[in-house]
């Protein structure tokens, strides 16, 4: 396959800051020039001065589109010929359509059956006729081995979201801007980590740049693959994600940007999914902005386990904004939980009068609100088990309505939030 050799021989073996300066001048004209915009909520909460990065005004919502769009630009004429494919969730695919619409370069994105309609219609309207949808398997593993088998049958060129030099080169074109915009080096810079395109791409410009700045990587807890790898001191498979935060769910991180991360002595911390909800109302409710969870990992680790000095400048990379309007029941559900205001119970219930009235007035504090009532098993003639779901308003009501429900007549057992039967309730 003549496309698919002469592009290895033009893969670049190594990664330098003139490799992101040369890509900033390539996509010059191509991606949107994102505001950096002061945020008086997360500067109030640190004392810090902090600034957003909006990639999630970038074209498709995403950083992505760097990345996409100077790997394909580099590609000689016999590959672009043959075309490019990839797989995607969503904000990958957004950015490689959209180039090569620009390029008029033939490319395919693979995407698993569960990523939603409207990114799939988003990837396909971005492309316009030079890009085809293809929908497949249950999984993006699925779409990825689709992917790979239609490059290798094809010559089509893979471009990979995050493991490619090319795709991290583009992806740091971040880190050049931000400096731009604000005049100077931050102090800090805090960006999401999924498969470590974005941090590595950023990190490496930088050092080599402004070797001062303290450059933190943060991952969902669910997630944690580039925290694994660095331990291991190689790429490891997670056994199990939580995939709450997609945009950086990724199992194993990769091959090329693990140790460029490593090198560059990136600071890794992770926070739960349930923060990332938190954040993305706060973000929704008091700044006006709609990140999707990915978005929201870095302003969401600021004064929750990263710690900033005062007066220091602070830059987070807030990375997408693809999120669908349909999640906000479930992250409000997730964001409740984490801040110890929703809890669940086992009620077994006598079957009789005035047993719920009975909890209602025993168990149940003046200012405790009843969210959920369902009967999960009815088959006894004495006995009823239902699901109970509270919500208090402050976390240290908490021990009072333990020991409400202690004291009370009934048999009640607590559902931990921990444990794997929690999974199924949210």
Not at 316 to 343: F, T
Request: with cysteine; glycine share 10%; proline share 5%.
């Amino acid at each position: 396959m003549q496309g698919s050799s002469s592009v290895a021989r033009s893969t670049p073996q190594s990664l330098d800051a003139e490799a992101i300066e040369a890509a900033v001048k390539r996509l010059d004209g191509v991606a949107v020039r994102t505001p950096l915009q002061r945020n008086l909520r997360l500067s109030e909460r640190t004392r810090a001065q902090v600034w957003l990065k909006r990639e999630d005004l970038q074209i498709g919502r995403s950083y992505k589109l760097r990345g996409a769009y100077n790997l394909i630009a580099q590609l000689d004429d016999a590959a672009k010929s043959a075309g490019v494919v990839c797989a995607s969730a969503g904000n990958h695919g957004q950015g490689l359509a959209y180039s090569c619409h620009i390029l008029g370069v033939q490319g395919k994105v693979y995407v698993p059956r569960t990523t939603p309609r409207q990114k799939r219609d988003r990837i396909a309207a971005l492309g316009g006729k030079q890009i085809k949808v293809i929908v497949t398997g249950d999984t993006y593993d699925d779409a990825a081995a689709a992917a790979h088998a239609e490059g290798e049958a094809t010559g089509a060129t893979m471009v990979p979201a995050f493991d490619d030099l090319r795709t991290v080169a583009g992806q740091g074109t971040v880190a050049v801007e931000l400096v731009e915009q604000l005049g100077q080096a931050p102090d800090v810079l805090v960006v999401p980590v999924g498969g470590g395109g974005l941090v590595a791409g950023v990190a490496t410009w930088l050092t080599q740049r402004h070797p001062g700045v303290r450059i933190v990587g943060v991952e969902p807890a669910g997630a944690a693959s580039m925290a694994a790898a660095l331990a291991a001191g190689e790429p490891v498979t997670l056994p199990h994600v939580d995939s709450f935060v997609d945009g950086a769910a990724v199992r194993r991180v990769g091959e090329v940007t693990l140790p460029l991360v490593e090198r560059t002595g990136v600071e890794m911390m992770s926070v739960p999914e349930g923060l990332v909800c938190s954040e993305m109302l706060e973000l929704y409710q008091t700044d006006g902005l709609i990140a999707e969870p990915a978005g929201a990992l870095a302003p969401g680790a600021l004064g929750n386990g990263l710690t900033v000095r005062p007066g220091e400048t602070v830059v987070c990379l807030l990375s997408g904004g693809n999120n669908d309007v349909s999640r906000y029941g479930e992250i409000l559900e997730r964001s409740l939980v984490h801040e110890g205001l929703k809890h669940y119970f086992l009620v077994t219930f006598p079957q009789e009068p005035g047993a719920l009235r009975q909890f209602l007035d025993e168990a149940l504090g003046p200012d405790d609100d009843i969210t959920l009532f369902e009967y999960v098993k009815r088959n006894n003639r004495e006995t009823g088990v239902a699901l109970v779901g509270i919500e208090i308003s402050r976390p240290d009501d908490l021990e009072g309505l333990l020991a409400r429900m202690d004291a009370a007549p009934l048999d009640i057992e607590r559902i931990n939030p921990n444990s794997p039967e929690f999974r199924y309730l949210i």
